[in-house]
């Protein structure tokens, strides 16, 4: 079992920068892979990043490529997602995820989710 918390969202205007960030609980998170998903009103919830349980593997999804970066640290049990260059179409609820598999972008291949955290970036 893994618990996950978000922290670190808020309001930014355009061209900002936040850092993400997602605790997890329980002595085996290094064995999960993790992934950043994220719903804004009205749309499906969609991929934005992953990383493997190593930290030596990301996937972003295109429209956040060399923008966002994906990182952890199995030490303090935490995965983050820094974000640059924030549009205001990046603004969502983003919600951080465990697979016990390799991660992939589909959000039902998740066994774990938090609660979310919500990113509004203003023009």
């Known amino acids: 079992q893994v618990q996950l918390a978000e922290s670190g969202g808020g309001l930014v205007q355009a061209g900002g920068s936040l850092r993400l960030s997602c605790a997890a609980s329980?002595?085996?998170?290094?064995?999960?892979?993790m992934g950043w998903f994220r719903q804004a009103p009205g749309k499906e919830r969609e991929f934005v990043a992953a990383?493997?349980?190593?930290?030596?593997?990301?996937m972003y999804a295109d429209s956040v490529k060399g923008r966002f970066t994906i990182s952890r640290d199995n030490a303090q049990n935490a995965v983050y997602l820094r974000m640059t260059s924030l549009k205001p179409e990046d603004t969502a609820v983003y919600y951080c995820a465990a697979t016990r598999l390799p991660p992939i972008p589909t959000p039902n291949t998740y066994n774990y989710w938090g609660q979310g955290t919500q990113v509004t970036v203003s023009s």
């Open positions: 329980g002595r085996t998170f290094s064995s999960y892979g």
């Open positions: 990383i493997n349980r190593s930290g030596e593997g990301t």
